[in-house]
């Protein structure tokens, strides 16, 4: 059974940080590529970043020089570093997995950034 299980959400101020994290299970994580997308109030999932399984990473215009992706290989886990949070990168923040026709999503954790 894939688990994808995210943390490390909550409420913090403009300017401030957060490392998000998503353990998962049930999947040769070495072979992943692992997603972060993000669904904000009154709009559709949109893509954040991407690391491939050979640990390229891929960032959306918007957070680029503030977040970063990086994966735990042995621990099997993903984490997303945010840093200068802005009220915008407020929403709900999910893991997906991609390899091949396999895709599989995490229930999310939530972010809000206040002003």
């Known amino acids: 059974q894939v688990q994808l299980v995210e943390s490390g959400g909550g409420l913090v101020q403009a300017g401030g940080s957060l490392r998000l994290s998503c353990a998962a299970s049930?999947?040769?994580?070495?072979?992943?590529?692992m997603l972060w997308h993000r669904q904000t109030p009154g709009k559709q999932r949109e893509y954040v970043a991407t690391?491939?399984?050979?640990?390229?990473?891929y960032y959306t215009d918007s957070v680029k020089g503030r977040f970063t992706i990086s994966k735990d290989n042995a621990k099997n886990t993903l984490f997303l570093q945010m840093n200068s949070l802005i009220p915008e990168d407020t929403g709900i923040y999910y893991c997906?997995?991609?390899?091949?026709?396999?895709?599989?999503w995490g229930q999310g954790t939530p972010v809000t950034v206040s002003t």
């Open positions: 997906n997995a991609n390899y091949r026709t396999l895709s599989y």
């Open positions: 049930g999947i040769n994580f070495d072979l992943y590529a």
């Open positions: 690391v491939t399984g050979g640990g390229t990473t």
